[in-house]
């Protein structure tokens, strides 16, 4: 590991990252380091000193997860809860509205953005895509070299600036992010990956996201689109030969059950973004205006802490139910690396309105190296 290994392809980045182990479990988010240092839970805090002179209000929080704690997506759900009813000592009632009762993914963003749902969760890049083209971005394979750098990336300037673009563009206020479980990995029913010919023949299933199929194609494997609902089913079925996502997903799905085999390659960091209606927000209270997005950082700490305890203690949980688990060589996730990053981004370029966001984060992301103190490694 060497002081300049900043090189902007992303492969020297990786090299030294990814030997310097976790140095934090839940990344900052930008502006809300007072919530974070009160140290108090969203489900005790106080309420506000003039709660019995605002307005009674009732909403829905709606997102697609199993209403399990366990899952990011309830837990932000129940931690908006509790910080808003608590916070209005009552007079804020949040309804959650889980599984999908609501509709679909593309249904959810819908209804945000014509104000017929006062919030919705649980929506990944693939979700949002086809409503905001500029979410490819960080599609590109290999970018990030550590989930600290991921998030700090979306957490400080650039991530605000790509928050604020895309709530001019969808009409929408963007409450909460939060990683999608982590970086995503290949995973089969069998076959065994550790080399890039090992690609050569195997169908996985991947997001509605074009960006993410041509990941895998560039690796020499066919992406086939299905939706998460029937993907337990498809896997157990051999209708394809794997998948791929991130650990605590694997977990939530229960795909060891049907699944023999990870390779950690972490060929993209998936984020979920927290969306709430303008129109409904702009018609609150200032003061519960103030609360919603208070709540929404809540939602988005209590989701990362999640997530980084699924992936402390999932490798460990999968490997005892007979997953093997593959961390490969730096050596051969940079072969993966050179096979995708030029091919992914020549359709991210083409399906963005504005492709010069993909040199943005790439500087970010050397940005966030010398600023967390990586580059003295």
Request: hydrophobic share 40%.
């Amino acid at each position: 590991m060497t002081s300049d290994s900043t090189d902007t392809t992303g492969g020297d980045r990786r090299t030294f990252m990814k030997g310097m182990g976790t140095l934090a479990a839940v990344g900052m988010l930008a502006g809300c380091q007072a919530l974070q240092d009160a140290g108090a839970g969203a489900d005790d805090v106080e309420p506000v000193e003039d709660a019995d002179e605002l307005p009674e209000e009732e909403m829905t929080f709606a997102h697609l997860a199993p209403p399990n704690i366990g899952n990011h997506n309830h837990r932000s759900a129940v931690t908006f809860q509790e910080y808003m009813e608590n916070r209005s000592d009552g007079r804020f009632t949040v309804n959650i509205s889980p599984a999908g009762e609501l509709g679909s993914s593309t249904e959810l963003v819908e209804q945000t953005m014509d104000d017929s749902l006062e919030v919705a969760a649980g929506l990944a890049e693939g979700h949002i895509a086809p409503f905001y083209p500029d979410i490819n971005v960080y599609a590109d394979p290999y970018a990030f070299p550590s989930i600290e750098v991921a998030q700090h990336v979306m957490d400080a300037e650039f991530g605000d600036e790509l928050r604020a673009d895309m709530e001019a563009e969808l009409g929408v206020k963007v409450i909460g992010w939060h990683d999608n479980g982590g970086f995503r990995n290949y995973f089969t029913g069998g076959p065994r990956i550790e080399t890039l010919e090992d690609f050569e023949g195997l169908t996985f299933r991947n997001m509605q996201i074009e960006a993410h199929q041509e990941i895998t194609r560039a690796l020499g494997a066919t992406p086939e689109p299905i939706d998460w609902t029937e993907l337990y089913e498809a896997l157990d079925q051999g209708v394809v030969d794997g998948a791929e996502g991130s650990l605590p997903l694997f977990i939530l799905g229960n795909f060891e059950e049907v699944q023999e085999f990870m390779i950690l390659d972490g060929h993209v960091w998936s984020y979920i973004w927290i969306f709430a209606s303008e129109g409904w927000f702009d018609g609150l209270h200032p003061r519960y205006q103030a609360m919603v997005r208070e709540a929404g950082i809540w939602a988005s700490v209590d989701a990362r802490k999640v997530n980084a305890v699924a992936r402390d203690r999932g490798a460990e949980y999968v490997e005892d139910h007979g997953v093997e688990i593959y961390d490969p060589p730096l050596d051969t996730v940079e072969t993966f690396r050179e096979a995708t990053q030029e091919p992914v981004r020549e359709i991210i370029r083409d399906q963005m309105d504005n492709p010069e966001k993909i040199e943005d984060m790439t500087q970010a992301i050397d940005d966030a190296i010398e600023g967390l103190g990586f580059d003295q490694y």
